[in-house]
């Protein structure tokens, strides 16, 4: 796999969280599953590839407005 920038240094990251993890979208906070809509995994699981020289979190962008975002908009 090559990054869009065309280098071929792509990390893969794999994590399992144990029932929660915390994203933060500016001052809103959720510790909840790994979502599923953000391209970095989903569950208990994280898995994202980035690109070593770039920095460029691999995958298909951008992605809809998602669940979490939807979440933080209610409140």
């Known amino acids: ?3 869009k920038c065309g280098s ?3 990390a ?3 994590g399992h969280c144990i029932d ?3 994203i933060r979208l500016g001052n809103f906070e959720d510790m909840n599953y790994v979502p599923d ?5 989903g569950g208990d699981d994280l ?3 980035y690109c070593l020289d770039c920095g460029k979190i691999q995958g298909e ?3 809809q407005k998602t669940k979490l975002e939807k979440k933080r908009d209610k409140k």
């Open 1 to 3: 796999m090559a990054c």
């Open 8 to 10: 071929e240094r792509i």
């Open 12 to 14: 893969n990251i794999l």
């Open 20 to 22: 929660e993890c915390c």
């Open 37 to 41: 809509d953000m391209e970095i995994g």
């Open 47 to 49: 898995e994202f590839s």
């Open 61 to 63: 962008f951008p992605v």
